[in-house]
């Protein structure tokens, strides 16, 4: 069997990325989810602003708790990226097999990245579950994985599945999130055309960004999908928060705001129109450097995996050599 190399160097950069980015920026991921995860009226918030999460964590001294659920994050982070990028590599290199074109479409792209984005999901999502519930639980009472996921029926282990394939595949909702990588590559393929001054085979190294450039691209992007869909990823948030967020509900008010319409309602309910948008700026904040950390990681490292594909590939070719025919 052949070995698609592009796409497992691909994924493989986009997997590192991903693990660094996750692992930098945890402890303010962490502080984001919980206080995303809060839905009360402003005067009955505990957290009125997001450093007030950073700080209970200090006065608690619980402050590693910060990183609480971090190997499920990273675990999550490094199988989706790695998942997603080799299907959106992939993806695209085949639609330009089978149409013949030299350059993939706005449209193509799109929906190279809905499937991509689909696949990961349905994979992973019982992580991000799990992940989500653990930071948004008490400091210093979060639960192991296995722990976490057991609580519950399998089909809790889902909660939210049905928001997060609406992110990725509404274009009306999130155009820009779909094309968080998508849209870095069209502009990625601008800058480095400039450089391209003559074709290369397909045994070369991939062309690649500064870290600059790459950093700026992903920023930008991200930036703009996230203000487009934060109503979205605010539901999703809450849907997968741990219970102890929601101790004035019932179980059966707290089972219905396990869904789409009932986070909305819980939503609308407590904290107007205006909820929707609460803790927009943390989300601006923590994505917009997550993407662009990620991207400008992958783009270092392009180089250094494509080459150690090529080993691989060389190593698998040569360990089975074809069979001659017998005469």
Not at 227 to 237: E, F, M, N, W
């Amino acid at each position: 069997m052949q070995l698609d190399l592009e796409s497992l160097s691909e994924a493989t950069s986009g997997a590192i990325g991903s693990l660094v980015s996750t692992t930098v920026l945890y402890p303010l991921d962490t502080c984001k989810t919980k206080y995303q995860a809060e839905v009360q009226a402003s005067h009955q918030r505990k957290y009125r602003r997001i450093s007030d999460v950073l700080w209970e964590a200090i006065s608690k001294r619980q402050v590693l708790s910060l990183y609480q659920g971090l190997g499920t994050k990273n675990v999550q982070s490094f199988v989706s990226s790695f998942i997603y990028f080799y299907g959106y590599s992939y993806f695209k290199r085949l639609y330009l097999e089978k149409s013949g074109n030299k350059n993939i479409g706005t449209a193509a792209n799109l929906i190279a990245a809905t499937m991509s984005g689909v696949c990961t999901i349905l994979i992973t999502q019982p992580l991000d579950t799990a992940s989500s519930r653990m930071q948004t639980s008490e400091f210093g009472k979060s639960k192991g994985l296995w722990q976490t996921l057991s609580e519950g029926t399998w089909s809790d282990a889902f909660d939210g599945l049905a928001i997060s394939i609406l992110l990725t595949t509404n274009p009306s909702i999130q155009i820009f999130i779909l094309q968080q990588y998508t849209a870095f590559d069209q502009l990625k393929h601008r800058l480095l055309k400039g450089k391209m001054s003559k074709k290369t085979d397909a045994k070369s190294s991939p062309e690649s960004l500064s870290a600059f450039s790459a950093f700026m691209l992903g920023a930008v992007s991200k930036c703009a999908a996230t203000c487009l869909t934060y109503p979205a990823i605010r539901c999703k948030v809450t849907i997968q928060a741990a219970d102890s967020y929601d101790n004035k509900s019932t179980e059966a008010e707290k089972k219905a705001q396990r869904t789409i319409s009932g986070a909305l309602y819980t939503i609308w309910k407590r904290e107007g129109l205006l909820g929707f948008f609460n803790g927009l700026q943390a989300q601006i904040l923590k994505t917009v450097l997550s993407s662009a950390l990620l991207l400008m990681v992958k783009e270092k490292i392009t180089k250094s995996t494509w080459i150690l594909m090529l080993i691989i590939g060389r190593y698998f070719s040569t360990a089975n050599p074809p069979k001659l025919k017998e005469s």
